[in-house]
């Protein structure tokens, strides 16, 4: 019998949910070493926390997440509430022994991120940032092919994220669902927030960054505060256009805005390398375009992949070729591989230590938004 894996999950919102559901449903797909447990649900309000409870099956709440850290019966706390909490929490739950997920960014800034790494290595508890996309099979394809050498040598890499849900300048900053335009709670904009992501895959996929630059704009100067009701500078970043060399010599190119009419989460992304391409779609997300320069000329063209076969990665746990699966999938494979690997030497990725390497290029791309000039990493 699998020993028991019992959770504090400390926020109800999207991702609270997201992990809640991932959590219960991955036992029932992956042979996992500890049975995750739904033991307490910790939220401000006591109403509310206890109806995600009841929906969800935890078995009790709290509402102080400092009286959930202490508890002697959590093993495992989860952050699923926004930036600015991330380091205090990790910091303390990892003093408590705990072991430790936080939503991505890890933190606001790399040197929130630092002190993070240090608390759980020094702890030694096992940790991860929940970046999720590197879980979608056509994704972790993606990287079994890149590894493989099957592209050759690369040269370029390009990402986007693309939304516009911030285009009104009536959409306040602050408060529940917009605290990501405050600043002060999400720590950057568009990057901490979308192009996080991208960089976490490509770093993953394509190997760190040396050097980049960056465009970073603001549209909406001003914005009510949700906290003040008064009209206040806006501090994030609405927009970031960033160039990039790798450490493996190939040029990287990145976009995100939350500008830009007509997309909602729109990431796609790209590789170019001497023997074939790769493309890949979130909004199409179990195909993958697959380009080999090695084919017959009278056949060589874009093919199509549809990464549902059991072969594919995390597919053979799931339905019958040719069935989809969906972005709630990519935290099911989260968790699994976080607690399958957690009393292991080899821990699932991204720990804390890879994610700050995220947070550090984030931080390089205010910085040369900011400054106009190039960063070395
Ligand atoms: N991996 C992804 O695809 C993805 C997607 C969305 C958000 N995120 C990340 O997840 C985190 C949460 O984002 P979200 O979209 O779930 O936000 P959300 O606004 O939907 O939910 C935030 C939750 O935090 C709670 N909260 C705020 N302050 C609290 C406190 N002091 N104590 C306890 N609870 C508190 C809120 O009540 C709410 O339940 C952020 O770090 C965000 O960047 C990741």
Redesign the pocket.
């Known amino acids: 019998m699998a020993r028991d894996l019992n959770i504090g999950m400390?926020?109800?919102?999207?991702?609270?949910r997201?992990h809640s559901n991932a959590f219960r449903t991955a036992p029932n797909f992956f042979d996992l070493p500890r049975r995750p447990v739904l033991k307490a649900a910790?939220?401000?309000?006591a109403a509310?926390t206890q109806a995600f409870a009841d929906r969800w099956g935890y078995e009790t709440t709290e509402t102080d997440?400092r009286k959930l850290v202490e508890r002697p019966d959590i093993d495992l706390v989860d952050i699923?509430?926004?930036?600015d909490?991330?380091a205090e929490i990790a910091i303390t739950a990892a003093k408590a022994g705990k072991a430790v997920i936080?939503?991505?960014?890890l933190a606001r800034t790399a040197a929130e991120g630092e002190a993070m790494v240090a608390a759980v290595e020094k702890a030694g508890v096992p940790n991860l940032v929940?970046?999720?996309?590197r879980r979608m099979p056509a994704v972790t394809l993606v990287k079994q092919v890149v590894d493989s050498g099957k592209l050759g040598r690369i040269y370029h890499y390009r990402a986007k994220f693309l939304q516009d849900w911030t285009i009104s300048p009536d959409v306040p900053q602050g408060g529940?669902?917009t605290?990501?335009l405050d600043v002060e709670a999400a720590g950057s904009g568009v990057t901490?927030?979308l192009l996080a992501?991208c960089l976490d895959t490509a770093l993953w996929i394509n190997g760190s960054v040396d050097s980049l630059t960056a465009m970073t704009e603001t549209f909406v100067k001003e914005r009510v505060h949700a906290a003040t009701g008064k009209a206040q500078p806006v501090g994030i970043d609405d927009a970031a256009a960033v160039l990039t060399r790798f450490a493996n010599g190939s040029l990287g190119t990145f976009e995100s805005t939350r500008y830009a009419r007509g997309h909602k989460a729109l990431y796609t992304l790209e590789i170019n390398g001497e023997h074939g391409s790769l493309a890949w779609d979130l909004h199409d997300m179990n195909r993958l375009a697959w380009f080999d320069h090695r084919t017959e000329g009278a056949f060589r063209g874009w093919t199509s992949i549809l990464v549902t076969d059991g072969e594919h990665p995390y597919l053979g746990k799931w339905w019958v070729p040719g069935l989809i699966i969906g972005f709630e999938h990519s935290f099911v494979h989260t968790m699994a591989d976080f607690i399958a690997a957690m009393d292991s030497d080899t821990p699932a990725g991204p720990t804390f230590r890879d994610a700050l390497e995220t947070t550090r290029v984030c931080d390089a791309i205010i910085a040369s938004g900011r400054s106009g000039a190039w960063q070395t990493l």
């Open positions: 400390v926020g109800y919102g999207f991702m609270g997201c910790c939220g401000r309000d509310k997440w699923c509430v926004p930036n909490l991330h936080t939503e991505k960014p929940c970046y999720n996309y529940a669902g605290w990501r901490g927030d992501h």
